[in-house]
């Protein structure tokens, strides 16, 4: 009988959350990461939620969850103190107390491939996602060598063991063709074919191979250690700088055309409900189709949103006057035109714990998923507290 999978322990699950969601690729403002919790403690249960409030701490203690996984910071601002007597210190003690760890992550979320913004474009019915504001893709190299034939495979090998050749989710990746080389052995060479003052003509292969540029000093040893010449034949070629496939933000198109209005309570549909709802700025009847999204504030990428041709705008905490004057400009812009197009984007504004909360769901199916990957188990739960600060709204009376 084979042996039940066993529980990971919490170094090797927040492992397992860090490739996901990069530590590294966080602002430089933000902090995440575990606030709390022994790296050797088993996680048998996870819960995960939008914020690391009390309520959701006594969720999490109260389920005999292992781990809790917030999005959004405890300690966003330095603190001096932990004490059980301030509202950070009394979540962290709970915390403790019940053996419970807590892991942030936050803005790194924010910008990874199947993080807070693929999932809430997913969750309105977006496709053919791209970043709205992508993070530069990594400086690659492209290292050229000419090896004989008959090593090409071993030196490919090394070449792939020091970090080249990796494309997306493929590993060992290189080009290859064959030709002849041609050299002739000075009287103090070593060659290993050849002889001294003779011309050597070798069957030999060109090898290519992408590889980080930060692992150049180590793909350049591994060339030289497994090539059979003294002397290697090799270019490094630093390749242009692209967008990656990261960053904040996405923008989509819809399916189909839907009119704001349409557009608006698909929105309310897929989202938790809130105090606040679905906010509209423009025209109900016009049609929408290509979308940027932003979970969380988004009001500082305006600029960004009218670069990317979209329609509407998908984001949370819109304020008064950064909102104003999007819309000022474009129904400016469009009364220039003279066309009788509508003045886009149009703005959707929802809460901001509601704009986040799709991620939470992806999060925990992919946390399982590559827990078992790795031959362990853990048992998630999505948090279905409201954690959104507004509990009630009052409709303006008619003063017409």
């Known amino acids: 009988m084979t042996a039940p999978p066993s529980a990971p322990d919490l170094s090797t699950v927040i492992g397992l959350l860090d490739r996901r969601y990069p530590p590294g690729t966080a602002e430089p403002w933000d902090a995440v990461g575990t606030v709390c919790g022994d790296p050797d403690q088993a996680v048998r249960r996870v819960l995960l939620a939008v914020d690391p409030t009390l309520d959701v701490v006594d969720e999490a203690v109260a389920w005999g969850a292992d781990l809790l996984v917030t999005h959004h910071p405890l300690l966003l601002r330095a603190v001096h103190s932990v004490a059980a007597t301030t509202i950070k210190g009394a979540v962290v003690h709970r915390l403790v107390r019940a053996g419970c760890a807590l892991h942030v992550a936050h803005t790194n ?6 993080g807070v913004a693929d999932a809430l474009a ?38 792939a063991g020091a970090g080249a050749g990796a494309l997306g989710e493929y590993s060992r990746c290189a080009w290859t063709t064959t030709g002849t080389g041609t050299f002739v052995p ?37 060339l030289r250690s497994a090539h059979p010449y003294e002397e290697p034949a090799f270019d490094v070629l630093e390749l242009a700088g692209l967008p990656g496939s990261t960053g904040i933000g996405r923008v989509g198109t819809l399916p189909g055309d839907l009119t704001l209005r349409a557009f608006g309570e698909r929105v309310a549909a897929a989202l938790p409900a809130t105090e606040q709802g679905v906010r509209l700025a423009g025209d109900l009847d016009a049609v929408v189709r290509r979308v940027a999204v932003v979970g969380g504030s988004g009001d ?29 400009r474009a129904v400016f812009e469009a009364g220039r035109r003279g066309d009788g197009a509508p003045s886009r984007p149009f703005l959707v504004d929802v809460a901001h714990f509601a704009s986040e909360w799709p991620w ?41």
Do not use: C, N
């Open 109 to 114: 979320a924010d910008a990874a491939r199947g």
């Open 122 to 159: 997913e969750a309105v019915g977006l496709v053919d996602l791209e970043p709205l504001t992508p993070v530069p893709a990594e400086d690659l190299d492209k290292v050229v060598v000419f090896v004989p034939t008959t090593d090409a495979d071993l030196l490919v090998d090394a070449l």
């Open 186 to 222: 000075g009287e103090a060479a070593r060659p290993a074919i050849g002889a001294a003052g003779q011309v050597e003509r070798v069957d030999e292969t060109r090898v290519e191979m992408v590889a980080p540029r930060r692992l150049r000093a180590g793909v350049l040893a591994a």
């Open 300 to 328: 500082s990428l305006f600029d960004a949103v009218r670069g990317s041709g979209a329609d509407a705008y998908l984001t949370a905490d819109l304020r008064h006057h950064p909102a104003s004057e999007l819309r000022e």
């Open 360 to 400: 939470l769901r992806r999060a925990a199916a992919r946390l399982e998923a590559d827990a078992a990957a790795a031959g362990t188990t853990v048992e998630t739960r999505v948090s279905t507290l409201r954690t959104d600060p507004w509990t009630a709204r009052i409709a303006s009376p008619d003063h017409r």
